[in-house]
C-alpha cells in the first residue's frame, strides 16, 4: 500500500500529534518515508494532491469536538480525484506542562500557542501561580525552541514527544480540561488499498435538495444490511440548499455488496464521491 510513497508531511512538529500518530502508523506497517512538516491541514492536503510521492497524517476527529471538517472539507476538494484515505490511527491526548527545572511549583512564566491555552485553561487557572507569565506562540514547536531563551522557571505545553525532542522534564500530565480525549488520524494520498476483512469506506454524497432525500440513502444501507458507523453533513458553498453528506460505514469498495449498494445509491444522489476504504482501527 505505502510502497510507491516516499515522503510524510506532517502538521506541525517539535512533538505534535500529528507526528506521534506517524509513528505509531510508521511502526504498525514497518515504514520510514523522509518527513516534512507544514503549518496547516490546507498545506498538507494540497501538497499531497500535487505530489503522488507523498502522503499526509492529519487529524479528522476528536472525542470531545467530533469531526474536523477542515480535513474533510478540504480532502474532497483535490483536484486529483485519486486521492483517498489510506489508513487510520487513534492516539490519546495528554498535554503535559514541560520545563528545564524539575520543580513545578518554581514557575512563573507559560509560552504556549492560543490553542494549547484554551485546552489546558482549568489547569492553568486553577493550578498555576496567578500571576502567571503567559507568552504566545505560534505552535508547540515555536513554544519549546522559545523556552530556550527563558529561565529555569519557564515552562511550555507539549507533548512527551516534544520533551524528548528537546531534553525537557515533564512536570505535569493530561493537563487538559477533556480527561480521556482521543485524537483519530487518517493517512491520505494517491493510492489504494485491499481488502481485508476489517475495513471501512469513506464517502462523500451530494444530495438532491428535495425532502426525504437522505432518508432515501439510508434505505439503501438497510437494504443491504450495511453498518454506518458515522454520518455528518454541511452546506455546500454556504448554500441551505446544497448539502454535502459524509458516511463512513463497514466494508471494503471493492466488496461485491458494497458495489452493489453505491450503485443502487447514485441514481438518488448530485454526486457521490469514495474518499477511502481502509483497515478499521
Do not use: W
Amino acid at each position: 500500500m505505502f510502497e510507491d510513497f516516499n515522503e510524510v508531511i506532517c502538521l506541525g512538529m517539535g512533538g505534535s500529534y500529528s507526528e506521534i500518530a506517524k509513528d505509531k502508523l510508521f511502526k504498525a506497517y514497518d515504514l520510514f518515508l523522509y518527513q516534512r512538516s507544514l503549518n496547516s491541514i490546507k498545506e498538507c492536503i494540497e501538497y499531497v494532491d500535487e505530489n503522488a510521492n507523498a502522503v499526509t497524517i492529519l487529524p479528522v476527529e476528536t472525542t470531545y469536538k467530533g469531526i474536523i471538517r477542515e480535513t474533510i472539507d478540504n480532502l474532497i476538494q483535490t483536484k486529483n480525484q485519486n486521492i483517498q484515505i489510506l489508513a487510520e490511527t487513534i492516539v490519546p491526548v495528554n498535554d503535559c506542562i514541560l520545563s528545564k527545572t524539575t520543580e513545578f511549583y518554581s514557575i512563573s512564566g507559560l509560552i504556549a500557542n492560543p490553542n494549547a491555552l484554551s485546552k489546558c485553561k482549568t489547569f492553568i487557572r486553577d493550578e498555576m501561580p496567578r500571576q502567571l507569565n503567559v507568552v504566545i506562540a505560534e505552535n508547540m514547536d515555536e513554544s519549546a525552541r522559545m523556552l530556550q531563551n527563558y529561565n529555569l522557571t519557564y515552562s511550555v505545553i507539549g507533548t512527551q514527544k516534544t520533551a524528548e525532542i528537546y531534553n525537557l522534564n515533564v512536570l505535569k500530565e493530561h493537563i487538559e480540561d477533556f480527561q480521556n480525549n482521543q485524537k483519530r488520524f487518517i493517512v491520505i494520498g494517491d493510492g489504494s488499498t485491499k481488502p481485508t476483512g476489517n475495513d471501512k469506506t469513506s464517502i462523500v454524497i451530494f444530495l438532491n435538495d428535495r425532502q426525504g432525500a437522505l432518508l432515501d440513502i439510508v434505505q439503501v444501507f438497510v437494504k443491504y444490511h450495511i453498518n454506518i458507523t458515522q454520518i455528518n453533513s454541511k452546506m455546500v458553498n454556504n448554500n441551505a440548499g446544497e448539502q454535502a453528506v459524509f458516511i463512513d460505514f463497514d466494508g471494503h469498495k471493492e466488496d461485491d455488496v458494497i458495489k452493489k449498494m453505491l450503485s443502487d445509491i447514485v441514481p438518488l444522489t448530485r454526486g457521490i464521491r469514495v474518499i477511502g476504504s481502509y483497515s478499521a482501527f
